[in-house]
């Protein structure tokens, strides 16, 4: 038994809005799709979602997966370009394996590049993972679409609320030893991060799914026994500017009741 084919998936992205030039990220967890027919291994699952994305977007797409190392600056580990493995999953880390891959240098927020702005997405970037010409702001310039495979969570948002200097995040600057071709450097980057001591302040990834449904906002596509998810960038941060404008707390666990005690408890 099996719950999809091989040309369900080029059909579904279609489906949902994915077509030739686009440049995507895509945030996934491909398992929770089911069984695809004629399944060999996970590596071959990959591959098989790889060259459906492709065969949309052609030569002149893009593809970014997130290959973030956020366990860097908390356990004094080396950040290696190269070899590094990324914490986002099966298919996230077989693209950043691919041969043709660029990954950017962000000890923190790295992305596997793989297509025609491989390059400009993951070079050139600067030691704060969310301002001017980071990989998340360049997404943003080229109204990036991001596909959601099975995945609630998207880290775009973090630049949205950076962007809108929201109360609870704040930049916080670390250390880390970064090796890159071969050398080893040490370098100040920071990062935008929240207050660890309240876990109010953490993202409830729930919370912008039923949002931007509640709006009409995104395409939604079932496959097998999962579903996929696009909306651009431009549509991202216009919703999230409009729901920060309603309630400044709806993207984490707060409610409007708990802002004047976490005001209280960090900003006076």
């Known amino acids: ?105 962000d000890p923190f927020y790295s992305f596997a590049a793989n297509g025609a702005l491989a390059s400009y997405f993951c070079n050139n970037i600067p030691h704060n993972s969310f301002e001017k010409n980071s990989v998340f702001d360049k997404l943003h310039a080229k109204n990036a679409k991001v596909l959601c495979l ?16 929201v109360p609870y995040r704040f930049d916080k600057t670390f250390s880390p030893s970064i090796i890159q071709n071969g050398h080893r450097i040490t370098q100040n980057w920071k990062i935008w991060v929240r207050y660890l001591s309240d876990d109010k302040l953490a993202h409830d990834p729930r919370k912008f799914v039923k949002f931007i449904k509640d709006q009409s906002i995104g395409r939604y596509a079932t496959l097998g026994r999962g579903e996929m998810l696009t909306i651009t960038t431009t549509e991202i941060y216009n919703s999230v500017l409009s729901g920060l404008q309603q309630d400044k707390w709806f993207l984490v666990k707060a409610k409007k009741n708990d802002s004047q005690v976490i005001i209280n408890k960090y900003y006076k």
């Open 1 to 105: 038994m099996y719950d999809y084919v091989e040309n369900d998936i080029k059909r579904i992205l279609v489906k949902i809005g994915i077509s030739s030039g686009d440049t995507i990220i895509c945030h996934s967890n491909i398992g929770l799709f089911g069984r695809i027919k004629n399944f060999t291994n996970k590596k071959g699952l990959c591959s098989i979602f790889f060259s459906s994305i492709f065969d949309i977007i052609g030569k002149k797409g893009t593809l970014l997966v997130p290959t973030f190392t956020t366990h860097i600056p908390t356990n004094n580990k080396v950040f290696d370009v190269d070899k590094t493995p990324s914490k986002m999953g099966l298919f996230a880390e077989w693209v950043r394996e691919h041969p043709k891959s660029i990954r950017s240098n």
């Open 150 to 165: 099975n995945h609630p969570g998207c880290t775009f948002l973090h630049y949205v609320e950076r962007e809108l200097n």
